[in-house]
């Protein structure tokens, strides 16, 4: 793979008609990403819009899996701009782990599914350098009744 050049990802995600969204605010003791060496790990991110969380509720009972995937894809964007904050989306060398977090209602199975929708906007913006490790996992409860909470590592020009 060529390596892209220089402001690529920025008017790739553009060109999509993706925006990063301003930098959400943490909402207890703890930054939104920290750099380590050529890593950038983000702090878990809801699917926050305009300061506000999109929807809540368990996946599978108030929130439908369909609308999950979607806030998925919103997690992702609040991941990326968590990065573009701190290094700068052009810095990106390529997405390395995602770990996906989701609320679920007894009985519901479908994590990989709701987290697709952060993996399938990370291949749309990364292409190749999107490709990923990934966990999705099932839990009873997350921050403010949030449906959904996301992690991404990513690695970083040095």
């Not at 920290?34 to 300061?51: I, N």
């Not at 190749?128 to 009744?145: C, K, N, Q």
Request: aromatic share 6%; net charge negative.
């Amino acid at each position: 793979m060529a390596e892209p050049e220089p402001g690529y990802w920025g008017r790739k995600i553009e060109q999509l008609g993706f925006e990063l969204p301003t930098v959400v605010p943490p909402v207890a003791n703890y930054v939104p990403a920290v750099r380590a060496g050529d890593f950038v790990y983000t702090s878990g991110q809801l699917p926050m819009s305009d300061g506000a969380l999109v929807a809540t509720g368990k996946v599978g009972a108030e929130v439908s899996p369909e609308q999950a995937t979607e806030l998925a894809r919103v997690c992702a964007l609040n991941a990326l701009a968590a990065v573009d904050g701190l290094v700068g989306i052009d810095a990106v060398v390529r997405i390395v782990k995602v770990v996906g977090y989701v609320a679920s209602a007894p009985g519901f199975g479908g994590q990989p599914a709701v987290i697709n929708g952060a993996s399938d906007v990370l291949g749309e913006i990364f292409g190749d350098y999107g490709v990923h490790a990934r966990s999705a996992v099932g839990v009873f409860e997350l921050p403010l009744d949030s449906p959904l909470e996301l992690e991404l590592l990513v690695e970083v020009e040095g």
